[in-house]
């Protein structure tokens, strides 16, 4: 996971946004709002359908991955707070992510909440992943982060993880643990040189980064794994070159 720089909406989307949630609203207090009905036709539309679509596809580079796990090709309008539970949310721009088939399924309307009533969900629009998450490089398992701070796993890593079975989905921890084996094969061949240019291992390691390792790679757990901690010691101008390029 990483995250993920939430485009703007267009005008005319935006209008035809407003439009749908006045109508759902409408709807629902006259005791008579079938949401699918209402999300499968307007899902219809090349607004929908196309522009916003594609506009989410965009925000995800060329290879247009989910952006849960990034693993496989995104296909869909996904709701974050789930729109059979909560309708009045289902044509609020925001509230839109960009997942795969999978995902999709898997989550369902599963939307773990805290006490306060705050989403245990990580929202990859809203804040960077890696807070609440930490990846086992040997399983390539995506796992939840341990709070020093607290001195217990993070809640939302915890439900995160359950919710879409991160450490369950074998082709996913094969995807993440080898992309994790690209990048460091790409910084162990760029140890080999001295001295080490910053700015070409930085765009090498960003081709190579499927999955959104690199912050985790140079900002949080993953910049204590050996080849990393070599470059770190040994080259520091690199290393500050990478880090700041991955941020
Ligand atoms: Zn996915």
Redo the contacts with the bound molecule.
């Keep these: 996971m990483r995250r993920v720089q939430r485009p703007a909406a267009p005008a005319r989307l935006k209008t035809y946004l407003s439009k749908k949630e006045a109508v759902v609203k409408a709807a629902q207090q006259a005791g008579r709002l079938d949401i699918e009905k209402t999300w499968k036709s307007a899902r219809q539309t090349k607004l929908l359908g196309t522009t916003a679509l594609k506009l989410l596809q965009g925000a995800m580079g060329q290879r247009e991955r ?1 952006m ?2 990034l ?2 090709h ?1 296909t869909d309008i996904e709701h974050f707070w789930p729109k059979a539970r909560y309708p009045a949310r289902a044509f609020i721009w925001a509230n839109w992510l960009l ?2 088939t ?2 999709g399924r898997i989550k369902g309307s599963k939307f773990p909440l805290a006490g306060s009533g705050r989403p245990l969900l990580v929202n990859p629009c809203a804040e960077d992943p890696w807070q609440h998450l930490d990846f086992d490089a040997d399983t390539g398992n995506l796992m939840a982060r341990y709070d020093n701070a607290s001195g217990a796993p993070s809640p939302k890593g915890l439900a995160t993880v359950q919710a879409l079975e991160l450490d369950q989905r074998e082709a996913l921890s094969e995807g993440y643990r080898r992309t994790h084996r690209r990048l460091t094969d790409v910084v162990e061949n760029a140890l080999r040189g001295n001295p080490v240019d910053g700015a070409a291992l930085l765009a090498k390691l960003l081709e190579l980064d499927d999955h959104g390792l690199l912050p985790w790679c140079f900002h949080w757990a993953g910049q204590n794994e050996p080849t990393f901690v070599r470059l770190k010691v040994d080259h520091q101008a690199a290393w500050h070159v990478c880090a700041a390029g991955v941020s």
Excluded: L
């Design positions: 989910c849960y796990c693993d496989a995104g997942c795969c999978e995902c």
